[in-house]
């Protein structure tokens, strides 16, 4: 394995290319900075689920279950 160039911080200089074991050159992202991205885009894809229009066929679906 490769040893971590490291910043100050701690964070590796650059990210691993995906099965390569070649760096890409990119500043590794940390993965508390992953972690909130991931779950801004989850909110996000939720929020706009919770937000759509219930089609009309699935209401008359349930309708008759009443």
């Known amino acids: 394995m ?3 160039s490291q910043r ?4 590796d200089r650059t990210a691993d ?3 390569t074991g070649r760096t ?3 500043i590794a992202q ?4 992953k972690d909130r991205e991931m779950g ?3 909110r996000s894809v939720y ?3 919770v937000e759509e ?11 008759k279950l009443s």
């Open 53 to 63: 229009q219930i089609p009309d066929d699935l209401l008359d679906l349930l309708g």
């Open 24 to 26: 890409t050159g990119r």
């Open 8 to 11: 100050q911080d701690g964070r």
């Open 40 to 42: 801004t885009a989850l």
């Open 17 to 19: 290319a995906p099965g």
């Open 30 to 33: 940390s993965d508390d900075t």
């Open 2 to 4: 490769r040893e971590a």
């Open 47 to 49: 929020q706009q689920t």
